[in-house]
């Protein structure tokens, strides 16, 4: 069976591809910071019938990472790796001239530096798959300029382009880049929370995910919705 790492799976977009992956029959090496809400989930991911591993921790720990690397190995290897586990930066968030160093360093730290730690520490076992494939949970706020999305923004675009490289630097491997859209989720709340408008649930786009894996495109940036409407 094929082999998956979900970060910031206890919840949110995470969960919810996990879930879907385990129907399919995916093994899952999962995290989160909250040990208890990732052992729930993990024995829900379980009743699929599949084999599940729940590192609990933070993945700005190298240490953490290389334990999350090695459950997946010994499952039998790494098939994909899903970048999901991001920060905010500031919650909710503020205009540049408010946002803290501290916050703008902990967005960087986590959507970044750690999601390329990640790659790196699994990388070997990426390669040795016969259909490696690596997401980056990305934000439309990577590439338009909203008020006070500045600094998460900013971490999202520069996950963008590591991605970018890392297809161009593994052909072999499926790089993709994706926008998920504003999706009712903790991260979102905390965000905006005066925003009384409906979001799409996190399941609504897990399709557009799956797609991805059946077809396998060109390593890329692409938009969830796009992938949706384009079915």
Avoid: C
């Amino acid at each position: 069976m094929p082999v998956a790492i979900i970060t910031g799976a206890s919840k949110g977009l995470g969960r919810a591809l996990a879930a879907a992956l385990a129907a399919r029959g995916w093994d899952l090496a999962v995290d989160a910071r909250n040990a208890g809400a990732l052992e729930e989930t993990a024995a829900e991911l379980a009743a699929y019938g599949t084999r599940v591993e729940a590192v609990p921790g933070d993945v700005t720990d190298a240490g953490h990472r290389k334990e999350l690397v090695a459950a997946a190995r010994g499952l039998g290897g790494v098939d994909l790796l899903v970048n999901n586990a991001s920060a905010l930066g500031a919650e909710p968030l503020v205009r540049l001239d408010a946002l803290g160093l501290d916050g703008l360093r902990r967005a960087l730290e986590v959507n970044v530096v750690a999601a390329l730690g990640l790659v790196q520490e699994a990388l070997p076992a990426l390669r040795a798959s016969a259909a490696g494939a690596v997401i980056a949970v990305s934000s439309d706020a990577a590439a338009e300029a909203y008020e006070t999305w500045g600094g998460y923004g900013a971490s999202k675009a520069a996950l963008d382009h590591l991605s970018a490289v890392l297809g161009r630097e593994e052909p072999w491997l499926r790089v993709w880049a994706v926008d998920p859209g504003d999706l009712q989720t903790d991260l979102y709340a905390a965000a905006v929370p005066d925003d009384g408008d409906p979001r799409p649930a996190p399941a609504s786009v897990v399709p557009a995910f799956l797609r991805l894996l059946d077809e396998r495109p060109a390593s890329g940036r692409y938009g969830a919705p796009s992938l949706l409407a384009e079915r």
